[in-house]
């Protein structure tokens, strides 16, 4: 598996990592990236991330028989529509957007007689922190990759996708788009609104400054993702809106559940729930630390 030349649109972290880590597979001997901002393509260029910058996204695309497509996904549709024309009916495309229905219907609607071309990913992976310097070629290594590929796709270019991200050390699973957004709105969407909340009620009061100061590890850790991209993460809820609401009517259901028997002094209540939790929690990390060995 070599490619002649693979084109990434999108020289932040995530596509960054991306061209890192191929490039130490071994099959990427030409990377050209496209950026918007003319900074972010001339840094990664300098990083060696890669190998010559483009002017716009058709320059990049052209002749590529391997496109990443890295951008917030509200961006995605316009990128798709600029592309079309100029993509290679053998290229492989593939975009690393945290949604996926919404990616799907811009597929649909943009890329033509090239649609066999696209099989859309998702990484669970990245940072809290943005931008190219802070790419990692192993930032893919031992995590799900999660394929959500068309009726379109086409049967070749699936099976490329899986041996590139396989060479790149995820492990793959495959959901529909529909059953994606449900799930990530439930395991990653909506833990990302709560840091937020969080952080944004504790600020809101007098005192938040000085709350704040006091947070240990534990909050810490809580809070880490509230430091997340602001533009990438309101494109994310916003494209999975009806999914990320209904997450938060349980989340709420939830913590009207504790209020209420603290509200009530019920101890033991109290400690079931929290013990309920506590197991829940347990025996999900032993899983997954179990399934990390598979």
């Not at 716009?56 to 028989?65: C, F, N, P, Y």
């Not at 090239?114 to 802070?134: R, Y």
């Not at 609104?193 to 240990?216: C, P, S, T």
Request: with cysteine; proline share 4%.
């Amino acid at each position: 598996m070599k490619f002649e030349k693979v084109a990434l649109i999108g020289c932040g972290l995530m596509g960054g990592s991306f061209a890192l880590a191929a490039r130490e597979a071994g099959w990427a001997p030409h990377i050209v990236g496209f950026s918007a901002s003319a900074s972010s393509r001339q840094k990664a260029l300098s990083m060696g991330v890669i190998d010559a910058t483009a002017d716009s996204i058709a320059q990049a695309v052209q002749g590529a028989d391997l496109v990443l497509l890295a951008v917030p996904v509200t961006a995605t549709s316009a990128c798709f529509e600029t592309m079309a024309p100029v993509l290679r009916s053998d290229a492989l495309l593939m975009e690393v957007g945290s949604t996926k229905s919404d990616i799907v219907a811009a597929a649909l609607r943009t890329l033509g007689d090239k649609l066999h071309c696209f099989v859309p990913v998702h990484p669970i992976a990245g940072k809290e922190v943005a931008g190219v310097e802070h790419s990692d070629a192993d930032l893919y290594k031992d995590r799900a990759l999660i394929m959500t590929p068309m009726a379109s796709s086409g049967a070749s270019q699936v099976q490329l996708a899986k041996q590139i991200w396989k060479s790149l050390g995820s492990y793959i699973s495959e959901l529909t788009p529909a059953a994606h957004d449900a799930a990530f709105a439930a395991v990653s969407h909506l833990p990302h609104v709560l840091a937020y909340a969080v952080i944004r009620g504790i600020f809101l009061q007098k005192n938040g400054a000085d709350l704040i100061a006091l947070g240990g590890p534990g909050f810490r850790d809580f809070s880490r993702i509230a430091a997340s991209d602001p533009v990438v993460w309101r494109d994310i809820l916003g494209t999975n809106r009806e999914q990320v609401l209904l997450q938060i009517t349980h989340f709420k259901q939830a913590l009207n559940d504790f209020e209420t028997v603290i509200q009530k002094n019920d101890p033991q209540a109290l400690e079931d729930m929290i013990r309920q939790a506590s197991d829940l929690r347990f025996n999900w990390r032993m899983g997954a630390s179990q399934n990390s060995k598979d």
